[in-house]
């Protein structure tokens, strides 16, 4: 059973910290890399950091290089998403997932992050 369960999300000023969880079934998590991605309101979800299987590489897009972290831990299928120097422009859904995803992947409920200017 596939299983994406993301929590953390919430409601912070500029400048603020949050760390998102995610929570994956073992058939998602264990031999692929992992992302998360975001849907900003009235805007396309995009990819905002990816790790590998193993943990050993990771990626951010460009407007979170810095403030963001991705981990991994593999024992208990979960990723982190550490977000520090939150800004407005931030503000979304938060979803985990496999990555790279295809169309028709099922996707999990998200986690709301909203950063008040």
């Known amino acids: 059973q596939v299983q994406l369960v993301e929590s953390g999300g919430g409601l912070v000023q500029t400048g603020g910290s949050l760390r998102l969880s995610c929570a994956a079934s073992?058939?998602?998590?264990?031999?692929?890399?992992m992302g998360w991605y975001r849907q900003a309101p009235g805007k396309q979800r995009e990819l905002v950091a990816w790790?590998?299987?193993?943990?050993?590489?990771?990626k951010y897009t460009d407007s979170v290089k810095g403030r963001f972290t991705i981990s991994r831990d593999n024992a208990e299928n979960t990723v982190l998403l550490q977000m520090n120097s939150l800004k407005p422009e931030d503000t979304g859904v938060y979803y985990c997932?496999?990555?790279?995803?295809?169309?028709?992947?099922?996707w999990g409920q998200g986690t709301q992050v909203a950063v008040s200017a």
């Open positions: 997932n496999k990555f790279p995803t295809y169309l028709g992947d099922f």
């Open positions: 073992g058939t998602i998590f264990r031999v692929n890399a």
């Open positions: 790790i590998a299987a193993n943990g050993g590489f990771t």
